[in-house]
């Protein structure tokens, strides 16, 4: 097993490093000169602008600038914002908090509904049950993050003022964000479970289960889902991704301080430092997270042999 | 659909004992989809869009960009049957105009991708190798971005409009067409037929092209059409962002965000053009849903 994890962390290496490639030279592709936008056009001389790109680093040749950029990251140093020349991280750092709690939070609702709402369709298939739960997941699929949030405002906010409609830190401005994300996260996963656990309760194990004597919650529980969800943890990575994207749009519209809105914000200011930062951490945190998801199912299913 | 039925009319003549075969195939899942009330209704709620994006002047009475100040804020009435926004503009035109821009969007970000990820994914798998490894690596690195954040990236890099968005779109959705259409020619190519073209010493180009090429289409078409209401939803997000669609244009998911601010004095702003791309992205959904159980009923995902 310790082996597995470890080859897997040296397979994702390469990957990571053509990413940081990729993040590095996403700078000298932006239209327009780092230092100019660090400076401002106003203020821009080209004593100044020359002594900007030296202090930069931007008069040497690319490789040693990526070099540099590289081990800079390695350690920890992002370079400085464009905007109010912070260190990247320390911004990145103050931000990450509240994503964090959003998308933990929504992964949870999204998993409860989710597989809920999944199971017990499977349970009841082809009854109404089935199809209702089967329709409203299918509007949550073609649903956008941002209309489902705008009408969370609207009702729970505008009419029925339960929650507030801005992002304040504590737990009440989180429910609102939190349940947009989790309703589309579990509308996904009730679809997936649903037919994971069709094939599953088809196979003659379960027949053999039930032929044993077993109680119906026991063939259920014990043989049916645990089986079903398998497969499910695949997705759990991709979720995670998915949820990242749409906290970039859920915390703008909430107006939630945390790393999606800061992204935003990042690439509207030409604040090209931080976006480099972010989406490094971003791309560097995914294939980590899709990394444990991968050992998870290893372990979870015997059926998969570690090389 | 109109691919399936075009290839029949190229590949008719050139393969004379095979086309009876497979246009029954093809009927046949035409068949099965006739038999999917959600299919239908999907492809009915679909024509009725794109009637509507192709019509739009003709069932609508106002400019999209027109300014009407004294008309501004105005509720659903019988002038203006979804209402006016902020600017006097009428709702019903600006969501009908809408669609045209959603749709095509929708079309060119897919195009982008299917031509790239699908010409990735054939040489990928047909030659494996080191052009597999070093596709496949690509692929993986692009795959490293999370969800739309990928288009974000390239976004920031092209500067944001509106035709940079459906190219970030089309370009960050490439890798899973990629690898759709890998696993499909591996699965195919070891295929007899393959390796028959192969000895008699048809040219690499046709044999995947030709043979590969159609037997692989079923699982392209899927993705295809559930990528136009995945890249119609990332369209509409970006533009949401402002890193899309400009101002005054009529695009869905700005009009969302331009309406965000009066959602309690009047909701009609948003409800409509949320409506709209929801709808056509159900439609679409609907319909590849029912092309995918159609074309294959043991396809499942």
Not at chain 1, 87 to 112: K, M
Not at chain 1, 250 to 263: K, S
Not at chain 2, 77 to 94: C, E, L, P, Q, V
Not at chain 2, 279 to 288: F, K
Request: proline share 5%.
């Amino acid at each position: 097993m310790l082996r597995y994890i470890g080859n897997r962390l040296l397979a994702s290496i390469p990957t990571v490093l053509l990413v940081t490639i990729l993040v590095f030279l996403m700078l000298h592709l932006i239209p327009g000169d780092p230092a100019e936008i660090f400076l401002g056009e106003n203020f821009s001389t080209p004593e100044l602008l020359a002594k900007v790109r030296a202090d930069m680093g931007l008069d040497r040749p690319l490789h040693e600038q990526y070099l540099s950029y590289l081990g800079g990251a390695l350690r920890g140093d992002f370079g400085r914002s464009l905007n109010n020349n912070r260190p990247v991280l320390d911004e990145i750092a103050a931000r990450l908090p509240p994503t964090i709690e959003l998308t933990v939070a929504a992964l949870t609702i999204g998993v409860v509904l989710g597989v809920g709402l999944g199971v017990v369709s499977a349970l009841c298939h082809n009854t109404w049950v089935d199809t209702l739960a089967m329709a409203l997941a299918l509007l949550g699929v073609s649903m956008p993050i941002f209309w489902m949030s705008l009408l969370l405002i609207f009702l729970f906010s505008v009419r029925l003022n339960w929650f507030p409609a801005l992002s304040t830190d504590g737990l009440q401005g989180l429910v609102l964000p939190a349940l947009a994300l989790g309703l589309l996260s579990s509308s996904t996963l009730a679809r997936m479970v649903r037919s994971s656990m069709l094939e599953v309760l088809g196979q003659d194990y379960m027949r053999t289960a039930r032929a044993k004597g077993l109680r119906e919650r026991t063939v259920v529980l014990r043989h049916a889902l645990k089986n079903a969800l398998i497969p499910t943890i695949t997705v759990l990575g991709l979720q995670f991704g998915q949820l990242l994207g749409g906290a970039v749009i859920t915390e703008t519209i909430f107006a939630r301080q945390g790393i999606g809105r800061l992204y935003v914000e990042s690439i509207l200011r030409k604040d090209f430092t931080m976006v480099q930062g972010l989406t490094l951490l971003i791309a560097v945190a995914y294939v980590l997270i899709n990394l444990a998801v991968d050992v998870a199912y290893a372990a979870v299913d015997p059926r998969i042999q570690y090389e | 659909m109109s691919n399936p039925a075009l290839h029949q009319q190229s590949a008719g003549p050139a393969a004379p004992a095979q086309p009876a075969r497979q246009r029954s195939l093809w009927l046949d899942s035409l068949r099965r989809m006739a038999r999917n009330p959600g299919a239908i209704l999907g492809l009915v709620l679909l024509v009725l869009m794109i009637a509507a994006a192709l019509l739009a002047p003709q069932i609508t009475r106002y400019d999209p960009a027109e300014i009407v100040p004294r008309d501004r804020l105005q509720a659903p009435n019988a002038a203006h049957w979804f209402g006016t926004d902020a600017f006097g503009r009428d709702i019903y035109t600006r969501v009908v105009y809408g669609a045209r821009i959603s749709l095509l969007v929708g079309v060119v970000a897919v195009a982008i991708a299917t031509l790239l990820g699908v010409t990735l994914g054939l040489l990928a798998g047909y030659f494996g190798g080191l052009t597999d490894a070093l596709i496949m690596r690509g692929v993986d690195v692009m795959l490293a971005f999370p969800g739309i954040l990928l288009a974000l990236v390239i976004v920031a890099v092209l500067g944001p409009d509106l035709l940079n968005a459906m190219v970030a779109v089309g370009i960050s959705s490439a890798p899973t067409y990629a690898r759709v259409t890998r696993s499909a020619v591996l699965q195919t190519k070891t295929n007899l037929y393959i390796e028959a073209a192969t000895v008699a010493g048809v040219p690499t180009w046709q044999i995947v092209l030709r043979h590969l090429l159609p037997n692989i289409l079923g699982p392209i078409v899927v993705v295809t059409t559930l990528g136009v209401a995945g890249a119609i939803i990332s369209g509409a997000s970006l533009s949401f962002l402002g890193l899309g669609a400009k101002p005054p244009t009529p695009e869905w998911g700005l009009m969302l965000s331009e309406g965000r601010s009066f959602l309690r004095q009047a909701w009609w702003i948003t409800t409509f053009p949320g409506l709209a791309i929801m709808l056509t992205v159900l439609a679409i959904n609907l319909l590849g849903d029912g092309l995918r159980d159609a074309l294959d009923p043991r396809m499942q995902k």
